[in-house]
């Protein structure tokens, strides 16, 4: 006989979900598929960004991750500082709160352990931390599951991100240098795994079949203004990005080559109608994306993709699209490599429209030798998604089918 089931898992998203970033949530959705398929009778909800949309899109019951709500925006006013200051012990109870009707908590991907984006401590590595720091005052099982790390400058910023680490349940990378950067901070990571992004296992369209002629080209922007340690020059790396940028899709139209301009962040708007005003080429359009799915549909029926957002290339590789990296930070160096596009990698800090073109060009020429081996290396990305996965089962589910945390009082 089969024992009696117990009460149905508690299991808490967390994250900056919901709030524009479709890589954010394309790793949510990923995680959410994995849980509806194998753990049908878990309870799930989140605490995230942008609860509303969580709600809407997800049918999820969500929860704001701040309490004050201007917490992204710079504070000028002393009213404004404030609230920030006492949002910060509001969010201390609330998340506690939170984590305390759950038997586990899943970070799911994102880059949370670093700082490749300007980031104040303040922000999400604090309330990271109050996460990992609620789940191990009352034994819920945090996970941090195929996350991105990188080295981190500002001392305040690394300290709460390595007390984060290390109070996690469980920990696993998106690539290896992730594990590197949180070992170099006095992490041991002696027992952690590297698996591919999560958003690789999201259902992708099948690729386009190439017409032999020069076809259409998807380029992926960014509003990019450097790293946390570039905030002094922002405005000169981002004139540079875009001057670029621009003059490279001006060189697509000039060769008669459809553009299409896409996103994955809604504070990327901004740079693509400056490039559609820059260029001003009816061959050049920009897509209406609202999710990673809509993005690997947008690439599916390109010849080729040049972007610059880690998760806009994630999106590329994954419907088998040969592509190029504008790179801003180490992690799309290593996700180019592990995917065999290794040498298709250009720096978003100095984009040279010449070069660029040049090198697109030579992506071209062996853009069939670079679909098959996309198409090998998916198979194998596959394989190790679904190793994740089995792992994260074993290491944070309850095994016995009764959680400790009680139920919700209705």
Same mark, same amino acid.
């Given at each position: 006989?089969?024992?009696?089931?117990?009460?149905?898992?508690?299991?808490?998203?967390?994250?900056?979900?919901?709030?524009?970033?479709?890589?954010?949530?394309?790793?949510?959705?990923a995680v959410l598929a994995y849980l509806r398929r194998e753990h049908r009778d878990a309870l799930v909800d989140a605490m995230c960004g942008g609860p509303e949309v969580v709600r809407l899109r997800n049918r999820l019951p969500a929860t704001r991750l701040h309490w004050y709500r201007g917490e992204y925006r710079t504070a000028s006013r002393a009213g404004a500082v404030a609230g920030k200051g006492l949002g910060k012990l509001v969010d201390a109870v609330r998340t506690a709160a939170w984590v305390r009707r759950h038997d586990v908590v899943i970070v799911p991907g994102m880059g949370v352990l670093e700082?490749?984006?300007?980031?104040?401590?303040?922000?999400?590595?604090?309330?990271?931390?109050?996460?990992?720091?609620? +789940?191990?005052?009352?034994?819920?099982?945090?996970?941090?599951?195929?996350v991105g790390a990188a080295p981190i400058g500002n001392r305040a910023t690394r300290a709460l991100v390595r007390r984060s680490a290390r109070l996690a349940t469980y920990r696993s990378y998106r690539d290896t240098q992730s594990r590197d950067a949180l070992r170099a901070m006095g992490v041991d990571t002696a027992r952690d795994e590297v698996h591919?992004?999560?958003?690789?296992?999201?259902?992708?369209?099948?690729?386009?079949?190439?017409?032999?002629?020069?076809?259409?080209?998807?380029?992926?922007?960014?509003?990019?203004? +450097? +790293?946390?340690?570039?905030?002094?020059?922002?405005?000169?790396?981002?004139?540079?990005?875009?001057? +670029?940028?621009?003059?490279?899709?001006?060189?697509?139209?000039?060769?008669?080559?459809?553009?299409r301009l896409l996103t994955g962040d809604e504070v990327d708007r901004d740079v693509v109608a400056?490039?559609?005003?820059?260029?001003?080429?009816?061959?050049?359009?920009a897509a209406g994306t609202a999710s990673l799915g809509d993005l690997m549909k947008e690439m599916a029926a390109a010849d080729a993709v040049v972007a610059t957002r880690y998760h806009n290339l994630v999106c590329a590789l994954k419907v088998g699209v040969p592509t190029l990296a504008l790179s801003y930070a180490a992690k799309s160096d290593a996700l180019m490599g592990r995917m065999g596009?290794?040498?298709?990698?250009?720096?978003?800090?100095?984009?040279?429209?010449?070069?660029?073109?040049?090198?697109?060009r030579e992506l071209e020429k062996h853009a069939a030798e670079l679909r098959r081996t996309l198409a090998e290396r998916n198979l194998t990305v596959a394989r190790q998604l679904d190793e994740q996965f089995t792992a994260l089962t074993a290491a944070v589910f309850p095994k016995t089918g009764h959680p400790h945390a009680p139920r919700e009082t209705p």
């Open positions: 006989m089969r024992p009696p089931k117990g009460p149905a898992v508690r299991v808490g998203l967390f994250g900056l979900l919901g709030s524009g970033n479709l890589g954010n949530d394309g790793s949510m959705e700082a490749t984006l300007p980031l104040r401590p303040w922000g999400f590595p604090y309330a990271l931390f109050l996460l990992c720091a609620a +789940g191990r005052l009352f034994g819920t099982r945090v996970a941090l599951v195929g591919p992004d999560l958003a690789f296992a999201l259902p992708a369209p099948p690729p386009g079949t190439p017409s032999g002629t020069p076809g259409p080209v998807c380029v992926g922007v960014m509003a990019f203004h +450097g +790293g946390d340690d570039d905030r002094a020059r922002a405005e000169e790396i981002h004139r540079r990005y875009l001057d +670029g940028t621009t003059r490279f899709v001006r060189a697509l139209v000039e060769d008669g080559r459809p553009v400056a490039i559609l005003e820059a260029v001003d080429s009816p061959l050049v359009t596009l290794g040498a298709y990698c250009h720096p978003a800090r100095e984009v040279d429209a010449d070069r660029l073109l040049d090198e697109f």
